[in-house]
């Protein structure tokens, strides 16, 4: 265990090195991404997003998860409270679940109408086409797995306190809905699945293993994104350094560690 944890820290490193450099490369470029993480609930979804933008720079990215649509949003165009968090030029905006929940979450627990869900199906390739012929970069992922594994990642949840707010009542209904879901995601794909938008799905059972391979792959889909960042020289300190002297009335937070 000792050693694929540091294989999966080796790996992980060398991955941030090569987001730091996409991530500049969007900026000087100007390009524009989107990566979409869908999948059931427990996949692995937010850890992978915290994985990607570890060491970016907060001001580049941005994490979209958006809660459920209030009164106004209710009646307002399906897609028009996504298209606000689409990104500016030199940006990457992660979707953190995303306009296809209509596809999957919404009917399998009855949220939406069949005409709505049949209507989304309709428009989305061309709502994404509208994306992409504007040159915005549109990766979508599909984080696979077993029920086995979802069902051992809930119990571990539920037991720690740390995690158990992770479970919501639509967690542990989608509990009944595991085969459901499965054909809801598969005509999902089936009718979204474009050359300029597919779907990539990635095998989550194993959280690490799918953390290192979604990143790979999704470093492969974005082009020229391979410029180093060059290592700054720093100027010479002019004189000793210094101790940090704090005046006026602000307190001093009592250094409690190892105590």
């Known amino acids: 265990m000792a050693k694929k944890q540091k ?3 080796r790996q992980m490193a060398e991955l941030q090195i090569e987001l730091a450099e996409l991530h500049r490369w ?3 470029s100007g390009q524009r991404l989107v990566v979409v993480f869908e999948g059931r609930d427990a996949a692995g979804k937010g850890g992978t997003i915290k994985a990607i933008t570890e060491s970016m720079d907060t001001r580049g990215y941005r994490i979209a998860s958006l809660p459920k649509p209030d009164e ?25 679940r995303s ?31 509208l994306l992409t012929d504007d040159g915005v970069i549109l990766l979508k992922y599909w984080l696979a797995v077993d029920q086995e594994a979802q069902e051992e990642r809930f119990a571990e949840r539920a037991k720690d306190p ?6 919501s009542p639509n967690d542990l209904a989608s509990r ?41 792959h999704l470093l492969e889909q974005v082009p020229r994104h391979d410029e180093t960042i060059p290592e700054p020289k720093l100027p010479r300190l002019k004189g000793k350094p210094k101790t940090e002297q704090v005046t006026g009335k602000a307190l001093w937070v009592p250094d409690t560690c190892g105590k």
């Open 7 to 9: 294989s999966y820290r």
């Open 72 to 96: 106004i949003e209710a009646t307002q165009w399906y897609f028009q409270r996504y298209v606000q968090h689409l990104p500016s030029a030199g940006e990457i905006v992660l979707f953190d």
């Open 99 to 129: 306009w296809y929940n209509r596809a999957v979450v919404e009917p399998a627990m009855g949220f939406c109408t069949k005409l709505q869900y049949r209507a989304f199906l309709a428009a989305v390739p061309a709502f994404e086409k």
């Open 176 to 216: 009944e809905k595991y085969v459901e879901i499965g054909h809801l995601r598969d005509l999902m794909i089936e009718r979204t699945h474009r050359p300029r938008a597919p779907w990539f799905v990635v095998d989550f059972n194993d959280q690490k293993r799918g953390r290192i391979n979604l990143i790979r």
């Open 26 to 28: 969007l900026r000087r």
């Open 162 to 167: 740390l995690k158990r707010w992770k479970l």
